[in-house]
């Protein structure tokens, strides 16, 4: 169980770290365009360990979205505990895809997400309705190849 | 692929189904929605998880006081003596103004006595500091330095040295969430400081503009207008400087003009703010005396009393004192003019 421990601890690390660059300050230009790295994380573990990173990972992760930035409880941990869902019911397929066949599906994970957000938006009657929020999908989608390669590499190397 | 690892074995057989577990957290999710959205119970829990993050934010803090005291201690002398006498100056036109003030707030508490009305003016003020983290790119939100330990409470006003900034949204032990009047949820009771048309001035979502939505094209405003605070909502107090109008639309076919403001408030600038501690239920009389006021050059601004007290004080001001009804009922005006329906609630 030791393998188990260490990459508990990686994900205690990662999420930690993700959380972090959640809040911290950017320029104004490019505040829209900052992306989700901690749904990426949930996504990333769901497929690499996912006996640890099961749906309820997913949720807290999404909860504690919401204590930092949420307007209310719930509306970022619902999202989060979908995508984990799709994830891991993808999970054996989303495996032994090629790298930019991943990213297409990252890219529709992280679609369904942010309508997710924005519907619950539009229900507490508080909507953003600009353009400029769909950004985040394709920051992130575009950062989904960099971080499996550097994660992936950690994880190999620490093992 | 790449993301193969030793733990690869599927989950199936663990636990209860995965479909079951999701309608599980969904459920729970929901009702955690529902608890905080309907009937805020969980400002409490809010709070409490808030206090729990406060690592976070001091982690992203870090490097900017680390920065702030480099610069600080390492700041040459001739930048140093600029700024001082920069300082003075501004010091001591302050302080012209001030004479000034002083003689029409004695000249005013004077007048009020008269009417035998009090406005508490002796408020106490508290400096916080904003804390420089991204909430979310499009709610004008803030978090400041200033939480229930100081005594912070929800729907505090908040000001800056120019003007109105906002209002507390929640606290926690050691920090707060501000609102800016110019998010898109907020609206704020004005009036014009000019002839007293009371107005709401609502946020935009865009930093340097409000919209002053219950304004007839036949009201008494023009650009340049002071707006300030009226006081009518029992959050901020009466008389604060809010924004100036920038521009008046008046469509022939319209009932409404299109009017837009510009905060006073250095919304994007300022990183010091004051909260403020009044008494609202001293703020009756002046609520009184603003409908007063408004009553003699009140023919055109009677739709527009009729829109402001019909329209509900949106998301910004809970209908916290009693006095507010009373304050809010506008009493010599004449009755609404037919053409002026109701605006969309």
Not at chain 2, 274 to 297: H, I, R
Request: proline share 7%; net charge positive.
């Amino acid at each position: 169980m030791a393998e188990g421990r260490s990459s508990g601890l990686r994900i205690t690390v990662t999420v930690i770290l993700a959380l972090i660059l959640a809040i911290v300050p950017l320029p104004e230009v490019l505040r829209p365009a900052r992306p989700q790295l901690l749904l990426l994380l949930v996504i990333y573990w769901s497929l690499s360990s996912p006996r640890l990173a099961g749906l309820m990972f997913a949720w807290l992760c999404g909860l504690a979205i919401d204590v930092i930035k949420g307007p209310i409880f719930g509306q970022h941990a619902i999202a989060f505990a979908v995508v984990a869902y799709l994830t891991h019911k993808n999970q054996l397929r989303l495996r032994i895809f090629p790298i930019y066949q991943q990213t297409l599906w990252v890219f529709g994970l992280l679609a369904i997400y942010e309508f997710l957000v924005f519907w619950i938006d539009g229900i507490i009657g508080s909507p953003v309705t600009t353009w400029l929020r769909w950004l985040p999908v394709v920051t992130s989608a575009v950062l989904w190849p960099v971080l499996v390669a550097v994660l992936d590499t950690w994880n190999r190397s620490r093992r | 692929m790449v993301t193969l690892s030793s733990d690869s074995r599927p989950i199936i057989g663990r636990g209860p189904p995965l479909g079951a577990r999701l309608f599980f957290l969904a459920i729970v999710s929901i009702a955690l929605m529902v608890l905080d959205h309907r009937g805020g119970y969980l400002d409490t829990t809010r709070s409490w998880l808030q206090t729990a993050a406060s690592p976070l934010y001091a982690v992203i803090q870090a490097p900017f006081q680390a920065w702030n005291w480099l610069t600080g201690s390492f700041a040459d002398r001739s930048r140093l003596r600029s700024e001082n006498s920069e300082l003075t100056d501004e010091l001591r036109t302050a302080r012209v103004k001030l004479l000034r003030f002083d003689a029409l707030a004695e000249e005013n508490r004077r007048l009020r006595a008269i009417r035998n009305a009090s406005q508490g003016i002796g408020e106490r003020t508290l400096i916080a500091e904003i804390v420089r983290i991204d909430v979310d790119p499009f709610r004008h939100r803030a978090r400041i330095n200033k939480g229930s330990e100081d005594g912070v409470f929800k729907n505090q006003p908040v000001l800056d040295a120019f003007g109105i900034v906002g209002q507390v949204t929640s606290v926690d032990r050691i920090g707060a969430e501000i609102i800016l009047i110019s998010d898109n949820e907020h609206a704020i009771p004005v009036q014009v400081n000019r002839n007293g048309i009371r107005t709401i001035a609502v946020g935009t979502g865009d930093i340097h503009r409000l919209s002053l939505p219950f304004l007839t094209i036949e009201s008494d405003v023009k650009a340049g207008d002071l707006l300030v605070s009226s006081g009518l909502d029992g959050v901020f107090p009466a008389g604060y400087p809010v924004a100036t109008i920038t521009k008046v639309n008046r469509g022939p076919a319209e009932t409404f003009a299109i009017v837009e403001a510009k905060p006073l408030a250095q919304l994007d600038r300022s990183r010091e703010v004051l909260l403020l501690w009044f008494d609202p239920s001293k703020e009756k009389p002046a609520g009184n005396l603003a409908a007063e006021a408004s009553a003699p050059t009140a023919t055109s601004p009677a739709g527009n009393d009729a829109a402001a007290t019909n329209s509900p004080p949106a998301a910004a001001s809970t209908p916290a004192s009693q006095d507010a009804p009373t304050a809010r009922a506008p009493t010599r005006s004449p009755p609404p003019q037919p053409s002026v329906q109701a605006p969309g609630q």
